[in-house]
């Protein structure tokens, strides 16, 4: 990761690559199985990138538990009749908030965001075990002094 980045930068680093890939699963081009399943789980990595950012100190099992909450709301709102005319109807016509919101319930949709928080869950333990010895709190195991320091032992001697 890039030296001197904030735990708040990191994130919105990702968000757009993200989006980006998102956009990618539903292009024509991609197999049947990508446009049917990626968009909604990157979906997910996407509200952890942007929750991360929000919340930086938070824990990993409790913003998975948040994110899939999150998720888990829109989808079952998707399972709401919205009247002709009504707020809900109205959002749901902007292009915007479709995106957002999705068109249709679906169970699938559900394991799918799940899938997505686990990658996400993964991906970060991952990018933490890889940064730079400097962002760590003192040395890793198996760095520094070989041998422990005993009571009375100067610093200098050898």
């Avoid at 991609?30 to 049917?36: D, K």
Wanted: hydrophobic share 50%; glycine share 8%.
């Amino acid at each position: 990761m890039i030296k001197g980045l904030t735990k708040i930068s990191r994130p919105l680093l990702v968000a757009p690559v993200v989006v980006a890939l998102g956009f990618l699963s539903r292009a024509s081009f991609a197999p049947a199985f990508v446009r049917e399943n990626v968009g909604d789980a990157l979906y997910a990595v996407l509200v952890w990138v942007l929750l991360r950012a929000l919340f930086p100190k938070q824990s990993r099992p409790l913003h998975a538990f948040e994110v899939l909450v999150f998720c888990f709301a829109i989808e079952f709102l998707q399972a709401v009749r919205a009247e002709p005319g009504s707020f809900l109807s109205w959002v749901r016509h902007l292009p915007f908030a479709a995106l957002v919101l999705g068109r249709g319930f679906s169970v699938a949709d559900l394991l799918r965001y799940f899938v997505g928080v686990l990658g996400a869950v993964a991906a970060e333990a991952f990018a933490s075990r890889a940064t730079s010895p400097d962002e760590h709190k003192g040395p890793r195991e198996g760095e520094g002094e070989s041998e422990p320091r005993r009571p009375g032992d100067r610093p200098d001697a050898t």
